[in-house]
């Protein structure tokens, strides 16, 4: 018995109890602005049919656009120097034709282009709304409601006048611009090239003003979101507000947001790098 107490027996060991953390699992990296660009025109190139009557009216637009100052300085310098009257009336003609021609076909592009963006915006609103219903609570938890409606509602329109106009005007400068040149180099090509000089200068500051152009744009719509979603949280809340006095804090904040949200004064405007000359 003595031995007993003076050796208690040993209590069993516990297992030791290990945890296993879950895989953390990295969030996938945000598309790159060329994926972002191809993923948008792929709602655009769905209509391929309706896309290439565009490109030929663009193409048959801006040809007609360049031929009227053509005629106009073969009418000048052929026809009203020399006094011929019947050639300056046929030069009046085509010029006339073909700015009625330009018209016409610009008229219908646009028409098309038209239809082309609001069936693809249709399907872009579509999608997205279906996403969203397939978002978790623990993302609206986080995410107030205002600033997902502004993304929703102002990022949309975006896309929506990208797709509107910005295909349409970047194709038909494009066009123009290749038009005007084989034009002049006709005319004349030693004044063509003293023009094209300054072309590659051009070129830089628009690229130079494009790059933080599109950083300003980008913080402008942040806070665009921002105000609105703390306008919309502060109407749903207005019981609230007023039940524990806050209205002057509340137009504070709201002031405070606004004045961020100002173009070209906001502050989130401001800290953009814009270049020092």
Not at 9 to 33: D, I, M, Y
Not at 260 to 271: D, H, I, L, T, V
């Amino acid at each position: 018995m003595a031995e007993k107490l003076a050796h208690p027996p040993e209590e069993e060991k516990q297992p030791k109890l290990t945890f296993v953390k879950p895989p953390q699992t990295k969030a996938p990296p945000p598309p790159s602005k060329i994926q972002t660009l191809r993923r948008l025109l792929g709602y655009v190139t769905a209509y391929r049919g309706k896309l290439a009557a565009v490109i030929i009216l663009l193409l048959v637009s801006t040809l007609l656009n360049v031929v009227g100052p053509y005629l106009l300085g073969v009418g000048i310098n052929e026809y009203l120097e020399q006094g011929t009257v019947a050639g300056l009336i046929n030069v009046v003609l085509l010029m006339g034709a073909a700015g009625v021609g330009g018209w016409v076909a610009g008229m219908v592009q646009g028409w098309l282009m038209a239809d082309i963006a609001q069936s693809a915006m249709y399907a872009l609103r579509r999608d997205l709304f279906d996403h969203i219903q397939t978002l978790s609570l623990r993302f609206y938890d986080r995410q107030p409601i205002g600033e997902l409606m502004s993304r929703v509602v102002n990022d949309t329109d975006a896309i929506n006048q990208f797709l509107s106009n910005g295909i349409t005007r970047f194709l038909q400068s494009t066009f123009t611009l290749l038009g005007v040149v084989v034009a002049m180099l006709l005319l004349s090509i030693p004044m063509s090239i003293a023009v094209l000089v300054v072309v590659p200068l051009m070129a830089g500051a628009l690229a130079l003003f494009g790059r933080y152009a599109g950083a300003a744009f980008a913080n402008l719509q942040e806070s665009l979101g921002a105000l609105n979603g703390y306008m919309e949280e502060t109407i749903s809340g207005a019981r609230v507000i007023k039940a524990y006095r806050q209205e002057e804090s509340a137009v504070e904040n709201f002031r405070e947001l606004s004045l961020a949200a100002g173009w070209p004064f906001g502050e989130r405007c401001k800290s953009v790098r814009w270049p020092h000359f």
